[in-house]
């Protein structure tokens, strides 16, 4: 059996039972069965209550057990107290589904119950829904299994929320927006169904063209982006989330950490995958309801067609924010719009029709980028003027609005203005025709639509990790637990560097002045000495680097100062040694890092690095597997990343060995589990075909039996 089929009898059972059914109106149990009967649900309905008495014309049942016939789904809506008995009752009775409305589980600090839930399922075949939920919406199945005071009218549209309250607040929001719902569907505690199972269900189901998901946080982050992955190149994805910052990694031990601690790495593995981040409800909703009824951009050729200049530099304002290009082929734009354009107004794009335009010359105007075979996306802007004859203004918009889409371009409008104005948009919204009060508002739907149109394009399966010595990292990692350590020593952390095949400076241990002495002449100076102690993590605040040391007697100086900065910052440090490392080149400072993200497992970060990192926080993430087409886009994305190609004179340096860098270190931690940060700092990169130097590694490990 598919995963598909498997969560199927969730969406489109064929017959569902409600343990807690009431015949009181103020009760949920009654709200329930009202709601699934008056959806029009087809299948049969067995609502249980040890009363027995009738429900809205239904028998009821006293127990799980009296009911004859296989049962696909059961909503259970009675007190924690009885949930974990009815569960038993109903594994043993053999669900397929339970959803469990019931509160007071994890989120009051009950877990135990909700482990020992999934433990019975599990043992028998059973998946749950919850607990702490609102129920779920099937339009496949014509079921309202929620307590929603809203009705629900079938559509495009599916939602997926960890958030109850929040998720009957959308069903509200999506009544008064005019949004049909495929489905929604409430998460709570996510005790075993997940973001992920949910998926591969909507993923095939045809009715579904968007979906929207509510996150509050992520479980099993590494099966739900394989599927988010899956699911993006079938139809877009939306996702709003909340807790936006976190107070970071409380005492992070590695800059990677910390900085990962943020809303980054959510914001980076979304985009990755191709999901479409909406800040607010108003946004999610609007870009929801345009992507399910309007076509993709085939090409990047926008116009932008207003009755005001200033309204047209608002939207060419809002295009450059949501990366809409504006076609600038001006013979084609005279061409096409001359006839329909008055002398006194302007070809230009944004081309403007004037003041005195009325509703024929906008029909004009906006048939003549619909049958353009130059023009692939169309914004069309209205300021009310005396000259318009604004009782045509909703037919006008409706009548371009399918001209539009029998030619299969996508096209938005903003109308500004008064009382009338705004009838008109609040009528044609209803209508699912994307009208707006605000540019802004219009040109991101847009926006969104070449987004996602984009990531189509450019998405791609491959991956690509390096050849690493596995086997030769496991060992390092062995010694340092044998020490009972959670950190290499910056000898053992520069042999995973090395066994990753990233290049590293020459370097040896000195355990004492006169080895120092002799390395130091052994590579040639200059040379940079760090001290090595598994008590001394961060070795620069503990006065134990010393850099570009020219000859014996600073090294003899140094290694004094670095001993006695030590000694003076812990008395009780173990000292293994003193570093020498050939001193490298000067060069661009960049960081590549790594970690195994509690949310979404390996993730690889790269910018700019050096000591500075903290202060710019010039970072990007990245989830494995990955490839060096998502590795360059990394780069690209910095805010450094002129530097790397040569600014004022300067060349352009090794962008091609960063990225192999950068897959190196994620095939160290996608593979090596027991590691759970790296961080290369500083990665000081030369110019094209120079390559690189990684002069420190901090690498933290941990127990194999604590993996997840």
Known sequence: MTKRAAIRSLFEPRSIAVIGASGDPKKIGYSIVRNIVDGGYGGDIYPVNPKGEDILGL??????????????????????????DAIRHCAARGVKHAQIITSGFSEAGNAEAEREMVRIARANGMRILGPNIFGLYSSAAALNATFSATGINAGPVAIITQSGALGIAMIGRAAVDNMGLSAIVSLGNKCDIDEADLLTYLIGHKPTRVILLYIEGVKKGERFLKVLRQATVRKPILAIKSGRSRRGALAAASHTGSLAGSDAVFEAVMKQ?????????????????????????????????????????????????????????????????????????????PVDITGGADSDDYKKALAAPAESTFMDATMAL???????????????????????????????????????????????????????????????????????????????????????????????????????RTFLLANEGIAVLHAAGIDVPESRIARNISQAVAFAEQIGFPVVMKIVSRHILHKSDAGGVALDLLSREEVIDAYEAIMQNVKGHNAQAVIDG????????????????????????????????????????????????????????????????????????????????????????????????????????PVVVYEQGGGLKAVDARILIRHKEEEA
């Open 578 to 681: 003193v570093e020498i490392t050939r001193m490298v080149l000067a060069g661009m400072e960049m960081i590549v890092g790594a970690r195994l993200d509690p949310s979404f497992g390996p993730i690889v970060m790269c910018g700019l690095g050096g000591i500075y990192v903290e202060v710019m926080k010039d970072v990007v993430f990245r989830a494995l597997p990955l490839n060096r087409k998502e590795a360059t886009a990394m780069l690209k994305e910095i805010r450094s990343f002129p530097l790397l190609l040569g600014v004022r004179g300067e060349v352009r340096k090794d962008i091609e060995e960063v990225i192999s860098t950068i897959i190196k270190v994620g095939t160290v931690i996608n593979h090596c589990r027991r590691i759970t940060d790296i961080e290369i700092n």
């Open 273 to 349: 995958c191709g999901v479409i981040r909406a800040e607010n409800l108003d946004e999610a909703f609007n870009w929801c309801k345009f992507l399910a009824a309007s076509p993709l951009p085939k090409g990047n050729r926008s116009v932008i067609i207003t009755n005001g200049g200033g309204i047209g530099v608002m939207a060419t304002d809002a295009c450059e924010k949501y990366g809409v290009d504006l076609y600038d082929d001006q013979e084609i734009l005279t061409e096409v719009f001359a006839p329909v354009t008055p002398s006194f107004g302007s070809t230009k794009n």
């Open 382 to 484: 209205y300021c009310e003027t005396a000259a318009f004859d604004s009782e045509n203004l909703a037919a006008m918009i409706a009548d371009t609005y399918e001209h539009h889409k029998k030619r299969h371009k996508p096209i938005t409008y903003a109308a500004i203005g008064g009382i009338h104005v705004e009838e008109a948009v609040q009528s044609l919204k209803k209508l699912n025709i994307p009208l707006f009060s605000d540019v802004y508002d219009a040109v991101s739907c847009l926006g969104i639509a070449y987004r996602y149109s984009n990531y189509l394009r450019d998405r791609t399966d491959e991956t690509e990790e390096a050849d690493i010595d596995k086997d030769g990292i496991n060992r390092i990692i062995d010694g340092a637990l044998k020490d009972n």
């Open 59 to 84: 028998k009821t049942y006293r127990r799980i057990e009296d009911i004859n016939g296989a049962i696909d789904l059961v909503t259970v809506v009675i007190p924690a107290g009885g949930v974990v």
